[in-house]
């Protein structure tokens, strides 16, 4: 057995291949769309069949893991750089600022691809227009694809939970992490995470490409949600988590343990937001009848010529003199 002391982080690859949709519509609570047949009939021929033989209770581990590999065929290496990271970041802020609508959710969905894998596979769970709808796709000569709109708003606030008790955790915040953890219907943090990854990553595809005798972690997925769990676990990996940022809420990669704003503006507007909200408190303490010094006190600040500016005439004098 080697030995080592040394912590190497692995830096993996990272492309997301979703199927386009050719067009998608609302009904009744649902996103029902179609994808060119010719994008998408091997994975539909082996999900399928993938499926049916699970269902059946033929599969063995051998032959599951076999049928596996062939579900999600890798794009070829040949076209340069694996790291899409940049472009899921983006689809990753464009997703969690949507607003809660269903034209929101068509333009998203029509512009990033197929959502998850379920929403390609045809079942009989589902009400009788979308079972109509998916028989009229397959005699157009096309591949349907039908989403459950309360599951992508349902999905959109986990994936948001998790980065938020991820972020959490990393902060030492317990408190705020069992909190998150409860919103995710687990009591532990670390298992709230562990599932939930766990579950969205089962999805994707990892491989190994080898250059000389360095070996590099690389992941495919061909649906957009995997692609953006995938992209919080390659950033956990490199040490760069995602995290919210504390003023706008928008998400941001954490280049340094105490960064916690997304851009400089953010982090003047949080000063400029403390340093109100401080005069405003001494300013108040001040017309309660506080001293100077209790005001300063109450905001463990020393700077008695800050706190008079702040409160001006307001706090009472103690023996003629302001103290």
């Known amino acids: 057995m080697v ?62 893991a076999r049928r596996e590999a062939e579900l999600s065929p890798l794009p070829s290496d040949d076209s340069g750089d694996w790291d899409e990271s940049d472009v899921l970041v983006s689809t990753l802020d464009k997703f969690l600022d949507l607003s809660r609508n269903p034209d929101c959710a068509i333009r998203f969905v029509m512009t990033s691809g197929i959502f998850r894998p379920e929403d390609r596979v045809e079942h009989g769970g589902r009400p009788s227009f979308v079972r109509s709808f998916w028989r009229q796709a ?89 692609g953006l769990y995938a992209l919080l676990w390659q950033n956990m990996l490199r040490q760069t988590p995602l995290a919210p940022c504390q003023r706008c809420g928008g998400v941001f990669r954490v280049t340094r343990k105490t960064k916690e704003f997304c851009k400089a503006d953010c982090e003047k ?26 005001v300063a006190a109450a905001l463990g600040n020393r700077d008695l010529h800050l706190i008079r500016r702040w409160v ?6 103690s023996g003629g003199r302001r103290v």
């Not at 009744?28 to 179609?34: D, M, N, P």
């Not at 298992?191 to 590099?216: C, E, I, N, P, S």
């Not at 001006?312 to 004098?317: H, Y």
């Open 3 to 64: 030995k080592s002391n040394d912590t190497v982080t692995p830096i993996i690859g990272l492309r997301c291949v979703a199927d386009q949709l050719a067009s998608a519509r609302h009904e009744r609570g649902w996103l029902l769309g179609v994808v060119p047949r010719s994008a998408t009939k091997i994975y539909l021929d082996r999900l399928g069949e993938l499926l049916r033989v699970e269902e059946a209770g033929r599969s063995s581990d051998e032959e599951r």
């Open 138 to 226: 397959k005699r157009e000569g096309t591949d349907p694809v039908a989403l459950k709109l309360d599951e992508f708003w349902t999905a959109r606030d986990r994936l948001r939970t998790v980065i938020d008790l991820h972020d959490a955790l990393r902060r030492g915040d317990q408190e705020a992490a069992v909190r998150f953890a409860h919103q995710l219907h687990e009591f532990s943090p670390e298992d709230a995470l562990t599932y939930v990854m766990t579950r969205h990553l089962r999805q994707a595809r990892v491989t190994v490409v080898f250059k000389g005798a360095d070996a590099t972690p690389k992941i495919s997925t061909t649906e957009v949600l995997p």
């Open 312 to 317: 001006g005439g307001a706090a009472r004098k």
């Open 269 to 294: 507007a949080s000063k400029q937001a403390k340093y109100r909200e401080r005069k405003a408190t001494a300013r108040r303490l001040a017309a309660e009848g506080r001293t100077l010094r209790q």
